[in-house]
């Protein structure tokens, strides 16, 4: 398995489209929605976004060293997304 970082709310938008249920897509537009709000107002963001992508595709936000899954990704969708994105190590 191998894990991208997702490093800007539009970055998380784009990933949302690429969920298999609406109502994920809904909750990853939701912490982009706090995460550029975030940013706007000069707060540093209190979690990390990131995709595990193996034999599925799982976009997750770390808070406080706890990892919670926002919803499965479509893969094959997944998989093109994540060339334009940097892997980082499996922490």
């Known amino acids: ?23 994920d897509v809904q909750s990853a537009h939701t912490v982009a929605v706090v995460w550029s709000a975030s940013e706007r107002s000069g707060k540093t963001v209190p979690f990390m976004v990131y995709i595990d992508l193996g034999r599925n595709a799982t976009l997750h936000r770390k808070l406080n060293g706890v990892s919670i899954p926002m919803g499965e990704m479509i893969l094959t969708a997944a998989r093109n997304f994540v060339k334009e994105l940097k892997e980082v190590p499996m922490t």
């Not at 997702?6 to 489209?17: G, M, T």
Request: charged content about 30%; aromatic content about 4%; cysteine-free.
């Open 1 to 23: 398995m191998k894990r991208y970082s997702i490093v800007s709310p539009e970055q998380l938008k784009a990933a949302a489209l690429l969920m298999k249920r609406k109502n």
